[in-house]
Each structure stands twice: as C-alpha cells, then as structure tokens.
C-alpha cells in the first residue's frame, strides 16, 4: 500500500464494487501463491498469508475510506476477532491511512466557502497531519490561534448506503441469514455512520457535550468555530498532547496512569447516567494525553454518539447489576424483555442463552459491581480474552448465529469494549462504584 496522497477517490457504486472485485481477486492469488509454494515443499506460512492478504484488503480500504474503513476500525479494538496481521494492519485506521492530495482539499474550501483554505486562514498547511476514515486532519492559523480544520473526503456520505448494499448479499450468504434477520442492526450501522459525516450535526454535539461535562476534572474539550466550518469542514482548537501509543512510549508514572483512567471512566459513566447518551467512538485516536497537571485528557471528534433510550438504558445498567446474578428470574426476564430470550425458543436454547449471558456478563460487568478496579490485572484480562475464544469455539452457539438484542446494544457494547481497551492500554486503577 502506498502512503502517497491520493488524487481522487472511488466514489460511485460502480467505482467502489470494482475495486472491492479487485481486491478478491488479488487476495485469491495470495492464496494460489500459498498452496503453489506449499505443493513444492517451498516456505509458506499461515501467517504470511494472512500478512499479504491483510496488506492487500487495508490498501483497498484505505482507498475507499468511509464507512468500509471505519469497519476496519472498529474491528482493530477486537483484539481476539481477527488474525493479528490484520487487526496490526486495520489499527492503522485509528491514527493515519493516506491522505488527499492538495488540489482535494482546496476544492472543498472552494465548494464550501468560495475561497481556498489560504484565503480562510492566516497560515493553513496543505499536508494532513491526520488521515483517518471519514476525513483528514490539517493544521491552521487565524487570529493568533492553532486549529484543528477537519476535511470530509468527497463523496462519503453518498457511499455508505452504496457500500452497506454492495457488502450485505456476501455477509448475509457468508452468515447463512435473511435481511430480515439483520435490517434492524444494519440501519442503526448506516444511521451511526451518515451521522458521522454530517460535520454541522458534529459541531453542535462537541458544544453540547463540552459544556455540560466541564465540571468533570482533568477533561479538556476544544473549541469549535461555526463562522469556520461548515457541513463538510470543522474547525476546532488545536488540543495539545499525545496519542495513547506514543505517551505510553514515554513511561508515564502510576499516578498519572491511574487519573488519566479515572477521567476516561468519570467522563463515560456521566454521559451514560446523567446526559444518556455516550461519545460512542472511543479509539486511541480520539483522544490526546498529557502528564500535565497529574494527567489531562483531550477529548476529539463527536461525530458518533449515541442517545440511549430510557428503556435501553434500564436494561443496559439492570443486567450489569449484582443483584441481577441472584436472580435467575430477574435475568430470564430482562434478557426476555431485551428480546434475547423468546418465547418461541425451545428448553434446550433457553438454557445455552441464559448460561453464555451469565457467564459474559458476570466478568464484563464486573468492574461496575467493585468499588475500585485494576484494569492492569493480567488475570482479568485473560479472563475476558479467554472468555471470547470460548464463545466463539462453542459449537452450540456458532449455530445460533441469528443476531439477537437491541440494535441499540451495537454502539453501547462497542463503546464499552473501546473503554476497556483504553484503560487496559493505560494499565489503570480506577474507581469505579
């Protein structure tokens, strides 16, 4: 794959299908490759296989950007879901993919303002600091201050239903289910993401969301400018710090570990409770980190967040309740009342799902039911890692594969693993009760 800018981007249907075709035709021949150097004695490992087919299919996605590499991005946080050649290649999508070239970005100034990016800023650099799915990061001057100028890439927004329907007939034929199985998830999958490409919808949910959570400590928010932005260009302070791998690299001390955490699990747990809604796309890369002060944390990019129904919410908190695992009539009701047990299903199903949910939920949930919890517990962590080679190897559950739950639960499960991951990263010990 090429780190070079690119020029232009597949943005219709029929651009984005071929370059998906030629993808599977280039991963097809790294498997020919393979078993041809395998029949002749030759070296040829699984895990090279999985490294140049992983190269192969993350170019593809780099190239396409939108609503396929936000996928790969929210799959690299699933340590255990994928080979580690590609959730090493898709974690790539967190932190840079290539950028667009100079003469894309100054079209979208043109297109939004009717002036270049040279004319908007006093300083403004045509190389992207940032490349990511959605859009790409530049840095700006105006007035005296640093910016942060987020550019769409073109045609995004108009793809995600395209690539949705260009991708569903495979995954569903791969799964063995009906559309009618999965419409529920995939339009709250296609929902999510056209939210996220609507820049105006971002920068009232960054405002909203800063202000009511400036009481929370050692959280630092940047400040938007609506005169500067528009639905398909955001301007916003630029926010001093480090991403969670580089300032790792620094050695930060226990302490600094241990608030960084506390910040990450106070700003989550209020927005759960108090605001009931959640920034829902809690990758490294949104967030800057810094020794300062004891550990202060910069919060980016509100494009994904989640309201929570109140009804979702009282299911949500009730499964992860202590009292909830005494119960085996409370939990049969509320994974009932979560449409994840049925009437229709038979003793034997009841029982597997009612066995898998216990066991899931009982070491998920348990930070919410301590006082204080370590996340640098190696123990723990093997546990749930351990925990979901198992379900996954279980071949009673492997043939359930129909989805089951809210559609609501996609993004609350999603940001739940990614802040488990974070202070897993962060090694932290948090209060959490």
């Known amino acids: 794959m090429s780190d070079q800018p690119l020029t232009s981007l597949p943005t219709t249907k029929v651009a984005r299908a071929a370059r998906f075709a030629r993808t599977g ?3 097809g021949a790294n498997y020919v490759k393979h078993y041809a ?19 192969e299919l993350y170019g593809a996605l780099s190239e396409m950007k939108g609503s396929v590499l936000k996928v790969a991005q929210m799959l690299a946080m699933e340590k255990n879901m994928l080979p580690t050649a590609y959730s090493d290649q898709f974690a790539q999508a967190q932190y ?24 908007v800023f006093d300083e403004f650099e045509p190389a992207a600091r940032q490349a990511a799915s959605i859009g790409q990061v530049h840095f700006a001057r105006k007035d005296g201050r640093d ?51 609507d820049y105006a919808l971002e920068l009232r949910r960054g405002q909203d969301i800063a202000a009511r959570c400036a009481h929370l400590a050692h959280l630092q928010f940047p400040r938007y400018y ?30 600094v570990r241990n608030q960084l955490g506390q910040a990450l699990w106070d700003f989550y747990q209020f927005q759960l409770n108090d605001l009931r809604q959640v920034h829902a796309d809690p990758h490294p890369g949104n967030f ?42 409370r939990l049969r009701a509320l994974l009932t009342e979560a449409n994840v047990l049925r009437a229709s299903d038979s003793a034997p199903m009841q029982a597997l799902y009612l066995r898998t949910l216990r066991s899931s939920l ?9 006082p204080v919890f370590d996340f640098g517990d190696p123990a723990y962590m ?8 198992d379900l996954m190897a279980d071949p009673e559950l492997r043939q359930q594969r129909e989805p089951r739950g809210s559609a609501h639960f996609i993004y609350l499960n999603r940001t739940y693993v990614g802040l488990f991951a974070l202070l897993t990263e962060l090694k932290a010990e948090v209060r959490t009760a």
């Open 288 to 329: 800057l980190l810094r020794a300062e002060a004891g550990g202060t944390l910069g919060v980016l990019d509100f494009g994904c967040v989640k309201e929570v129904p109140a009804d979702v919410y009282h299911q949500f908190t009730t499964l992860l309740a202590p009292e909830t695992f005494a119960d085996e009539a």
């Open 96 to 119: 840079q993919t290539p950028p667009l070239s100079g003469p894309l970005v100054i079209k979208a100034f043109r297109d939004a303002f009717g002036k270049s990016p040279f004319q």
């Open 37 to 55: 150097k395998k029949a002749v004695g030759a070296e040829s490992s699984m895990e090279d296989l999985h490294t140049a087919n992983a190269a």
């Open 226 to 255: 609506p005169e500067l932005s528009s639905p398909r260009i955001l301007s916003m302070d630029w926010l001093p710090g480090q991403h969670l791998k580089e300032f790792l690299a620094q050695g930060p001390s226990q302490a």
């Open 25 to 27: 035709l280039n991963v």
């Open 382 to 389: 093997a546990a749930l890692y351990a925990l979901g080679d």
């Open 147 to 197: 910016l942060a100028v987020k550019v769409q890439y073109p045609g995004v927004a108009a793809s995600i239903k395209s690539d949705i329907n260009l991708v569903k007939p495979i995954a569903l034929r791969v799964m063995g289910l009906s559309e009618t199985q999965v419409r529920p998830y995939l339009e709250e999958v296609e929902a999510r993401l056209i939210e996220e490409t």
């Open 362 to 370: 009982e070491l998920v949930g348990r930070p919410f039911r301590q």
